[in-house]
């Protein structure tokens, strides 16, 4: 069956630096590969998109990357800030079939 | 901030009772979808649509039903809400025009069955 496993239940990093989430999955080869932040009791928030021909895409202080021989995708955040901490989910499908997404990350960036 | 409602945000009710939690968004998406997520868990599709008329079951076994009359609406009811059923609901919604399913999701419903 499908599986993405997101590297860590939570990440701690110090204000400033660099936060790199994992994302892998097995049994799935899908066109489209998003990430999206949750904080606590509300809805996910759509943050990035990356298509399948796509090796890299940024936005603002965030990168991500998408390597589908390795069955991985890198979300990075650059000179992180406390406002970043969050739950972070990454979130995969092809073709009209519906969103699978994982469990998260729960990320904290301390002051 | 997305055009997507949902009431009750928060509701407690007794076991046995039926409920209709309500999902209405305003920018014509023919998807919409409804989740269920525990605490520290991950989202779990229970119910989707993607057209008036259109409803599937998700992944996620559901005792829940769903109907889709309006292209802006999509009830979720539960006939006799049990504690199993203590969750916090995401409706969510996206374009049938676009190959990409990029979701906006709602502020959901914590519900609580005692």
């Known amino acids: 069956s499908q599986k993405i496993e997101q590297n860590s239940e939570a990440l701690n990093i110090q204000e400033g630096k660099t936060a790199t989430l994992t994302c892998n999955y097995t049994?799935?080869?899908?066109?489209?590969l998003q990430w999206y932040r949750q904080d606590p009791g509300r809805g996910p928030v759509f943050l990035l998109l990356?298509?399948?021909?796509?090796k890299e895409k940024r936005k603002e202080r965030l990168k991500v990357t998408f390597d589908t021989t390795l069955k991985q995708s890198l979300f990075h955040i650059t000179a992180s800030q406390p406002a970043d901490s969050a739950t972070y989910l990454c979130?995969?499908?092809?073709?009209?079939?519906?969103?699978?997404f994982g469990k998260g990350t729960r990320l904290s960036v301390i002051a | 901030e997305a055009d997507i409602y949902q009431t009750p945000r928060y509701l407690v009710i007794g076991t046995g009772k039926k409920i209709t939690l309500e999902c209405s968004q305003t920018?014509?998406?023919?998807?919409m979808y409804w989740y269920q997520q525990d605490p520290g868990m991950e989202l779990h599709l229970i119910h989707y649509?993607?057209?008036?008329?259109?409803?599937e079951k998700g992944d996620l076994s559901s005792e829940s039903t769903v109907s889709r009359i309006r292209t802006e609406h999509f009830p979720l009811t539960l006939e006799s809400a049990r504690p199993s059923h203590t969750s916090q609901y995401l409706c969510?919604?996206?374009?049938?025009?676009?190959?990409?399913?990029?979701?906006?999701f709602g502020p959901g419903t914590r519900l609580t069955v005692l």
């Open positions: 990356i298509r399948e021909n796509e």
């Open positions: 969510a919604s996206s374009r049938w025009t676009s190959v990409v399913d990029t979701q906006y």
């Open positions: 049994n799935y080869s899908p066109a489209y």
């Open positions: 979130a995969l499908h092809s073709g009209n079939t519906p969103l699978v």
């Open positions: 649509s993607y057209g008036v008329n259109s409803t």
């Open positions: 920018m014509g998406h023919d998807k």
